[in-house]
């Protein structure tokens, strides 16, 4: 289940003096209709939209991710294969993030929400003074069914 509808969207864009357009509206709703589909890339958003009947074209759908996900709307994650993802920006930028298990033969990208890095954390800011908001993990390796593939 989402924590946000298409609304809470639309006053998020207001607060930083942007319009919700159509456009915009048509992507962020893909967002919230596929949720449980983290991680889609702008070629995953304009097929759905072609699915769709949309007449937006991969250009704009680039060009609006960007601007979302630089609005803070949107995150955009890189997992070392040259392609963006992007997924809704649901979390308290003072929160920590999920993490991701990357497989480096089928690119398939697991989450997982286990962190044991808070007293890391905390001893790496005692000792540099830096002020730790946020941190992101990403584990390259094989999934279990590419390793049970690679072993046959």
């Given at each position: 289940?989402?924590?946000f509808?298409i609304?809470?969207l639309?006053?998020?864009?207001q607060e ?6 159509e ?15 983290h991680?889609?890339?702008?070629e995953d958003?304009?097929g ?6 949309s007449?937006?074209g ?9 601007l ?8 955009k ?6 392609c963006?993802?992007?997924e809704l ?10 993490h991701?298990?990357i ?9 997982f929400?286990?962190d ?10 005692d000792k540099s003074?830096?002020e ?6 990403k ?8 390793r049970?593939e690679?072993?046959?």
């Amino acid at each position: 289940m989402n924590k946000f509808s298409i609304e809470d969207l639309r006053q998020r864009l207001q607060e930083k003096d942007y319009k919700m357009t159509e456009q915009r509206r048509e992507i962020l709703q893909i967002f919230l209709d596929h949720s449980s589909e983290h991680h889609l890339s702008a070629e995953d958003v304009h097929g759905i939209l072609r699915k769709q009947k949309s007449e937006i074209g991969l250009a704009t759908v680039y060009r609006s991710l960007e601007l979302l996900s630089n609005l803070g709307i949107l995150l955009k994650m890189e997992f070392g294969d040259g392609c963006s993802r992007y997924e809704l920006n649901d979390n308290d930028p003072f929160s920590h993030r999920h993490h991701h298990l990357i497989c480096l033969k089928c690119h398939k990208v697991i989450e997982f929400h286990e962190d044991k890095l808070d007293e890391l954390e905390a001893e790496i800011a005692d000792k540099s003074g830096f002020e730790i908001v946020n941190h992101e993990v990403k584990f390259f390796g094989y999934c279990k069914e590419c390793r049970e593939e690679m072993q046959d």
